[in-house]
């Protein structure tokens, strides 16, 4: 398009004159002609990505000390994202500046130089044409402060030690190590020094680390808060291996494939290339549990609760004091699993209608050592709305439902004259059809001071009669409330009827469930799988084994210590298997510590999807020792989706192919 150019550099009105009218028909001719050839309805596309012409200083120079980069390039050129997409290394803890200047990028470093040491400026392909967006490629920038050019790489990937989640964008680092101080190194250098040479995750969570100069490693991954390159805080997540990495390479070939069009393949060719190794290394990340303790906030949205939420829990409870109202027998006290929220349910209706209670709070809290010491606070609870706003409310309340009352007595229809007493709600989960490894649960708003089973039948209906089946409740804790649970001695397609009398369940307010009565049926074998799984390599480990659903949610578990996992009542439908080495025989996954150099329970995915039918038995052999971990997740699992890798759209061979033309005639410079 240089005339193009050169045109728009003229004055259009010469082209009327009465010498130049030939001349400017035909200069006008080319210039619709140039446009027509970018056209898509008719001519070639622009496939020629931007190409480096020169830089200064010269890529692979030695002996280099400015840091400021100027890399040519053959068109205009634009650069994605450069703060997310450049990688420079050894990391700069100061912010460089990269940017486009027409056909140059510009890079200025602000830290200083340091002494014989490779640089490494990873574009990756994050450089395309001004235009069509056509990618350079994978181009990395390289010099020198020395008189060596360290050309070695490592790559591999990082996921959630959780669920094998690809973790984007995620920091991976080294540091060297002499044979002699590799234990001492490893337990201080990560907390205390910036990493050695740094490389971050892709969106498939894959890094590859540059310009490695040969000796002993190891490597790291961190999600830098506060960029410094190194962890410093408890809430960085963060990756290690405890293996020794030492890089090396080899001579190797790959198949290169040339496409005819979107749909034919035009050659395949046989490339040689260095292979750098090891190029597989995966680190499982992970965020420690937060043990440092601290008062969250107070609350009192309700007039009868007040609720304490801590950002970690304690075996010892807070003491209250009260400093405007007697404390003593004041509250029902609950707590969550972890003892982290606290709810004080006040048993005085007196105190329920005083609007302000002032509590003087002494509790275990982390003090600037990192040590747990008492702390008294006074706290105001204050109620989100008045008593008197209360009071206003149920006035109308009870206004409202004498004049519904009178128009009833006015039309002749059953009428009261004394409000209902309010009866305690329960919340019932009984499905009418029951799965039988099932049972039926109940839940309350408030804490119950009396449940008597003598007030709750469970019949069976066995040919047209109904008999008295065997029962028993059991209590269950949850996050912050007692569930309590009916289970039952569930027969495959029988009738169940469960009624509770009246006064069965009685809260600390003297308020108590009405008649209640449901009816439920448990469900036929038949319409379930039973799943067998035999776990090769973990003989002796305790394991937990889950099913999924295609969201990654745990449909059913179990545990075991032989390697053989067993499912039944299994629904028909797909599902995906996951399991995770429970190594202190807790029953849930339990995360990493850094300081007590423990890894993350090791979690493993079966990678196919695993369809249930109905009276299926499907028994399969699973060894996940045998997949590496970063190819085991599923992909329809994935949250995490990797990103197409830009690449040169070749659609002049489809344009040459719908018009007949022949590969070879397409403009070389297209």
Sequence with gaps: MRIEQAANRQSLPSLGGAGGGFWGWVLLLILASCARMGNPDGGWFDETPPKVIGSLPADKSTGIDQRKIFINFSEYIKIDNPSENVIISPPQIEQPEIKAQGKRIVVEL????????????????AITDNNEGNPLGNYTYTFSTGNVIDTLEVSGYVLEAENLEPIKGIQVGLYKFSSDSLTEAADTLFTTTPFLRVSRTDSRGHF?????????????ALQDADGNYMKNQKSEKLAWNDEIIEPT???????????????????????????????HITLRAFSEVL????LLKTERQQPNLLSVFFSYGSDTLPSFRGLNFDDREAFVIETSLKKDTLNYWLRDTLLVNTDTLEVEMTYYATDTLGNLALQTDTIPFIAKQSYEKRQRDAAKALEDWKK?????RKKGQPYDTIPPTPNLEMKLSAPSSLDPDKNISISFATPLAKLDTAAIHLYAKHDTLWYASRFKVDTL???????????????????????????????????????KKIGFKVKSLDEYATMLFTINGFSGRPLVVQLLDQSDKVQKETRTDNGVAEFYYVEPKKYFLRMFVDENGNGIWDTGDYDLRR????VYYYSEEIECRAKWDFTQTWSPLLSPLYRQKPAALVKQKGEKKRTVKSRNADRANQKGIPLSEIPTEY
């Design 404 to 408: 519904a009352e009178e128009k009833k």
């Design 291 to 294: 043990t440092d303790r601290y």
């Design 477 to 515: 804790r949850t996050q912050l409330q007692t569930q309590y649970v009916i289970r039952g001695e569930w027969r495959p397609e029988v009738e169940y009827s469960l009624e509770f009398d009246s006064l069965a369940f009685t809260d600390i307010y003297g308020l108590s469930t009405d008649k």
């Design 110 to 125: 602000k830290d200083s130089l340091k002494e014989n040491t490779t640089y490494t400026i990873d574009f990756s392909d």
């Design 599 to 602: 890894q993350a329970e090791p």
């Design 249 to 279: 390479f080899k001579s190797d070939f790959r198949q290169d494939t040339v496409w005819r069009d979107s749909l034919r393949i035009e050659n395949i060719h046989r490339v040689s290339y260095t292979h750098f190794l090891p190029d």
């Design 208 to 220: 590859t680390i540059k310009g490695i100069a040969p000796g002993c490693y190891r490597i790291y």
